[in-house]
Nanobody
Framework: QVQLVESGGGLVQAGDSLRVSCAASGRAFSSYVMGWFRQVPGKEREFVARTTPSGGTTGYADSVKGRFTISRDNTKNTVNLQMNSLKPEDTAVYYC???????????????WGQGTQVTVSS
């Protein structure tokens, strides 16, 4: 099992940058695929980014490609999401999650954090 805690959300203006982080505790963090998802009220949770256990391969939703970067540090049990050129439509609660498969589907992720709010004003 792994426990996940996000941090770093906040209120920023359009065009700004923000980094959200996820700290993991428990066993074998380095064996999990890590993903970031986001959700706005009334909508389904959507995939944002993912990274393989080694961090050597990453994937992104088209809506964030070129603006967001996922990274992980297996020595510190952390995974980060660097968000640049933020847009109002990036406003959401951001969740990190852990999976045993390299997937974009929420159904594949067994462990979730509590989420952190990111609000981008225009």
């Amino acid at each position: 099992q792994v426990q996940l805690v996000e941090s770093g959300g906040g209120l920023v203006q359009a065009g700004d940058s923000l980094r959200v982080s996820c700290a993991a505790s428990g066993r074998a963090f380095s064996s999990y695929v890590m993903g970031w998802f986001r959700q706005v009220p009334g909508k389904e949770r959507e995939f944002v980014a993912r990274t393989t256990p080694s961090g050597g391969t990453t994937g992104y939703a088209d809506s964030v490609k070129g603006r967001f970067t996922i990274s992980r540090d297996n020595t510190k049990n952390t995974v980060n999401l660097q968000m640049n050129s933020l847009k109002p439509e990036d406003t959401a609660v951001y969740y990190c999650a852990a999976s045993t498969t390299y997937s974009r589907s929420t159904d594949s992720y067994a462990y979730w954090g509590q989420g952190t709010q990111v609000t981008v004003s225009s």
